[in-house]
């Protein structure tokens, strides 16, 4: 049983900056990754980046490559995505996900979902 609750979401002009959280409860995992999805209106759900947990190795959609960084706070049960350089094209909800196990590829298999958060970047 885990919980994930997303923040951090908002209105931002192209180019500025913004960083997701996403809290942890309820029962974690000995081993588990972590990711951060999107979706906007019409369009699937797409992989954004994902995090193992313990290890902190780290996976990138090239869509985001260069701009966004995945990170967690194992302290705090929080994971984060800083967003830099946004683009109207990241214009999407956001959700952070779980899972067990270590496994690639990481852009799938996830089974906890959050709420999502919007994030809106404005041109």
């Known amino acids: 049983q885990v919980q994930l609750v997303e923040s951090g979401g908002g209105l931002v002009q192209a180019g500025g900056s913004l960083r997701l959280s996403c809290a942890i409860s309820?029962?974690?995992?000995?081993?588990?990754?972590m990711g951060w999805f999107r979706q906007a209106p019409g369009k699937e759900r797409e992989f954004v980046t994902a995090?193992?947990?313990?290890?902190?190795?780290?996976y990138y959609a090239d869509s985001v490559k260069g701009r966004f960084t995945i990170s967690r706070d194992s302290a705090k049960n929080t994971m984060y995505l800083q967003m830099n350089s946004l683009k109207p094209e990241d214009t999407a909800v956001y959700y952070c996900?779980?899972?067990?196990?270590?496994?690639?590829?990481?852009?799938?298999?996830?089974?906890?979902w959050g709420q999502g958060t919007q994030v809106t970047v404005s041109s």
């Open positions: 995090i193992t947990w313990t290890g902190g190795g780290t």
């Open positions: 996900a779980a899972r067990r196990g270590y496994y690639a590829p990481y852009d799938r298999g996830y089974d906890y």
């Open positions: 309820g029962r974690t995992f000995s081993s588990y990754a």
